[in-house]
């Protein structure tokens, strides 16, 4: 249904890493701070770096701003957010003095019905397409993909090439628990988003989300009944 085109928008892969320079770094990150990996991220791609925060959170966004003054993050808006989202970045932003970048879908996705009966085809028009927008010409993407977040991403490696977007891909707290994210919120005073008091322990869109199903796996309040949960983001 969708007609998004996936092609790599990328004009060469001279940034990626070879195999052993990967695995030597992923044995090497595994011990390193999240600070470390996202300096390192940013001596090593410059400019050419995104860093990516739904804003469930503001551990990631925090992070990035404290390990490189200055730095944008990018919030996907699909225009399906909650408004408590979208006010939840710009307050984390003004607190701590960093930047957040919206990045919304082309001007011709307009409003739509589409997540009721194709939610696939809507994350693709309204996730993942903004996504590749925002990675276009780009040599990595920090992100704040974590192994406790599902079964599915319980080996996701902290470095990886994202050959479909033609990036590398960081994912600095990829070994961080949920535990982990709680003591850095208060050791830091980060703010809470205001809905993780209401049991939402994954924030998407206000049509596919709700407080999780299942106590023990945080996503399972994502497209609840539809064997989903993952956007395309990070497949
Ligand atoms: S999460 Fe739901 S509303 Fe949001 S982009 Fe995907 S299908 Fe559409």
Redesign the pocket.
């Known amino acids: 249904m969708t007609s998004v085109d996936l092609t790599p928008t990328h004009s060469g892969d001279d940034h990626l890493l070879d195999r052993e320079e990967l695995n030597r770094r992923n044995i090497e990150f595994e011990s390193a701070t999240p600070t470390e990996i996202i300096r390192w991220a940013a001596d090593r791609f410059g400019d050419r770096l995104v860093v990516t925060s739904s804003f469930g959170d503001a551990v990631l966004a925090h992070l990035a701003w404290q390990a490189v003054p200055g730095i944008e993050v990018v919030l996907i808006d ?1 225009t ?1 957010l909650f408004a408590e989202t979208l006010w939840f970045a710009d307050h984390a932003a003004e607190l701590f003095s960093g930047r957040v970048r919206i990045q919304r879908p082309a001007e011709d996705v307009t409003p739509d019905n ?2 009721l009966d194709d ?1 696939v085809g ?2 693709a028009r ?2 993942v397409a903004p996504l590749a927008e925002a990675l276009q010409g780009n040599a990595a993407w920090i992100t704040g993909l974590r192994r406790d977040d599902s079964l599915r991403r319980a080996t996701a490696p902290i470095l990886s090439n994202d050959l479909l977007r033609g990036v590398v891909k960081v994912n600095p707290i990829a070994n961080w628990t949920e535990a982990d994210v709680d003591s850095y919120t208060i050791e830091h005073c980060l703010p809470v988003h205001p809905m993780t008091g209401r049991g939402y322990t994954s924030i ?2 206000w ?2 989300t709700i407080p999780p199903r299942d106590e023990s796996d945080a996503r399972s309040g994502r ?1 609840a009944g539809q064997n989903r949960t993952e ?1 395309g983001l990070h497949d």
Do not use: A, F, S
């Open positions: 699909t399906y589409q997540w939610t809507c994350c309204r996730k998407g869109c049509p596919c497209w956007c």
